[in-house]
């Protein structure tokens, strides 16, 4: 079904739904493309002013004692004309949206499209091809691998630093995991140099970008940027 907080509420609230198999459902499903959902440029900034949607269901459902996960079976950016994005803004953005989701509790994200159509020109991260021809693979494939290398399992995920400062966005997460050290994203309009010494006690950090390029930097040193990077100890 189709809802808002509203109509949840009083979905849950309604007496037509008593009985043993209330609420009746067993996920919250949403559609998430921030490029086109009445949203300014769908960037980092336009995320944090729009809500937090996950949090607002989730609030929206406690008062009636339900607790289910919330997961996103369509999120997507596009990589022109359909948006102000481009190659690499889609990139970034891949990695900023499914971040900024997981770290408001959803539990499970699909990203929509795979791949370039003629009904959906842009929104792929392999650009169309002729039958019988291997698609190219753009910027924003190399950042969803990325992301699925570094990230895959993770246990939980806290919200270091969030928001706007000044003209500026950042975002810093710690993303925790039972069998292995723990991965940082952070970006920063500002290109700040962040300092992790206070989560992380090895003198230097392997940083790698959002299509795999690494390098070693000093723990209380790690330069960001518009771009979001993964941090962890060495």
Not at 73 to 81: N, V
Not at 95 to 100: A, D, E, F, T
Not at 142 to 150: A, D, E, H, I
């Amino acid at each position: 079904m189709l809802l808002d907080g509203n109509f949840l509420n009083s979905f849950l609230s309604s007496s037509n739904l008593e009985g043993s198999f209330y609420p009746y459902f067993d996920i919250l499903d949403m559609h998430y493309y921030p490029d086109v959902d009445g949203i300014t440029n769908g960037d980092f900034s336009d995320l944090l002013s729009r809500g937090d949607n996950a949090q607002f269901f989730t609030s929206t459902m406690q008062p009636h004692s339900v607790s289910k996960p919330i997961i996103i079976t369509e999120m997507g950016s596009a990589s022109g004309p359909d948006s102000d994005s481009n190659g690499t803004n889609q990139a970034e953005r891949l990695v900023k949206y499914y971040v900024y989701s997981f770290s408001r509790g959803v539990k499970s994200i699909s990203w929509f499209f795979g791949w370039d159509s003629s009904m959906t020109p842009n929104w792929g991260i392999l650009k169309q091809a002729a039958p019988g021809f291997t698609p190219t693979k753009k910027t924003s494939f190399f950042s969803y691998k990325s992301l699925s290398q570094k990230l895959s399992g993770f246990a939980s995920v806290e919200k270091i630093s969030e928001g706007k400062i000044g003209n500026f966005t950042e975002g810093v997460y710690k993303f925790n995991f039972s069998e292995r050290n723990p991965i940082y994203v952070g970006w920063s309009e500002s290109n700040k140099i962040l300092d992790l010494s206070p989560y992380i006690s090895t003198p230097n950090v392997l940083v790698t970008d959002i299509i795999g390029g690494a390098q070693t930097k000093e723990t209380i040193k790690v330069p960001i940027s518009k771009s979001p990077v993964f941090i962890e100890a060495m």
